[in-house]
């Protein structure tokens, strides 16, 4: 599995990298009020990081909740402007450890990757193959147990002092005793796929799949003998309940001439469709995000911030009908 390294809280530590991680933190947040506070003392806020770091003093916790309801109802912890300085310092240094423990198909918070990376492998499996099976965890961060998790970092990591500091993050939120990981903290994003990971290494190398792809907790298998899928999905399930103490929701094994559906849209052989639930929320959006507009809410720049990444996002699959019904429904006003 790899050598641990050690003696990282030091270069966490670090002054250029506590600066560089504080350049992250507030990128696109100049305007924040915690934010422009924090910059007010930034080199002694940056200092007092640094030694609580060497000394072991960092406090965590004390997050700010809020609840969004897209595209699912999910509670956002955001921490303090401080601690998202500490995350990315953290991760800075980390981040290749972690890295370094991704099989070639995990997609989700890489450098490289990402979502239509994701969906473009995928598309590459259901071209060559007849069968799919889709998994995903049920309550996936809710769910993560703070005692494996911990067990997991000890197998890559032998800083004390860090392991120290990953287990005061890990036990700042549980949603059932030693349970659970805050959705929004860079270190939760890290931490989860991680967590999964080890899973993703028992269904390359154990039941040697040739066929996978997982984006965070959505993990997709192919083959043209519907049998072996079977076979796997139990091993699988078994796997991750055991050693990870997880519950899979029910899977599905289909035909991909079916459509396999997968991060809001629908795969076939050789299209990609949005999902019944992506078209409403593509309606949805364009009209509010219109409205925003013409009511002076949002300005152009802001405006196109937003309904960039949403016209990107119906590219990616065969839905130039719906684009042009939108546009035109909004034209005409």
Not at 23 to 49: G, T
Not at 154 to 161: L, P, W
Not at 202 to 210: A, D, P, R, S
Not at 266 to 276: A, G, H
Request: hydrophobic share 40%.
């Amino acid at each position: 599995m790899g050598k641990r390294i050690g003696f990282l809280i030091e270069k966490i530590a670090d002054p250029d990298n506590l600066r560089l991680a504080y350049w992250k933190s507030r990128k696109a947040k100049d305007d924040k009020p915690e934010v422009i506070e924090y910059q007010k003392k930034v080199d002694a806020n940056l200092l007092s990081l640094r030694n609580d770091l060497l000394n072991g003093s960092v406090e965590v916790g004390n997050y700010h909740y809020f609840t969004i309801y897209d595209p699912k109802e999910r509670v956002i912890c955001a921490a303090p402007f401080g601690q998202r300085v500490l995350h990315h310092a953290i991760m800075n240094v980390c981040h290749p450890v972690f890295e370094r423990f991704q099989i070639f198909d995990s997609y989700a918070t890489r450098l490289g990757k990402g979502q239509y990376a994701a969906l473009e492998r995928a598309m590459v499996y259901s071209h060559k193959y007849q069968w799919f099976c889709k998994l995903d965890v049920r309550k996936y961060f809710d769910s993560i147990d703070h005692k494996v998790l911990y067990t997991q970092l000890n197998t890559k990591f032998k800083d004390k002092e860090l392991l120290i500091l990953f287990l005061k993050i890990i036990k700042s939120y549980q949603t059932a005793p030693d349970k659970g990981l805050p959705i929004g903290n860079l270190t939760s994003q890290y931490f989860a796929n991680f967590y999964l990971g080890f899973a993703d290494h028992f269904i390359k190398e154990i039941l040697q799949v040739k066929a996978y792809v997982r984006y965070m907790d959505d993990m997709v298998f192919w083959s043209n003998d519907k049998a072996s899928l079977l076979n796997s999905v139990k091993q699988i399930n078994n796997f991750i309940t055991t050693q990870l103490k997880m519950n899979l929701k029910p899977y599905c094994i289909n035909s991909i001439e079916k459509g396999l559906p997968f991060l809001g849209y629908v795969l076939f052989k050789d299209t990609i469709r949005l999902n019944k639930s992506s078209k409403k929320r593509f309606i949805h959006k364009m009209n509010l995000y219109q409205s925003n507009l013409e009511n002076s809410v949002w300005s152009q720049t802001q405006y196109a911030r937003h309904v960039l990444p949403l016209i990107a996002f119906t590219r990616h699959a065969n839905a130039v009908k719906l684009r042009r019904q939108v546009l035109r429904k909004m034209e005409a006003g």
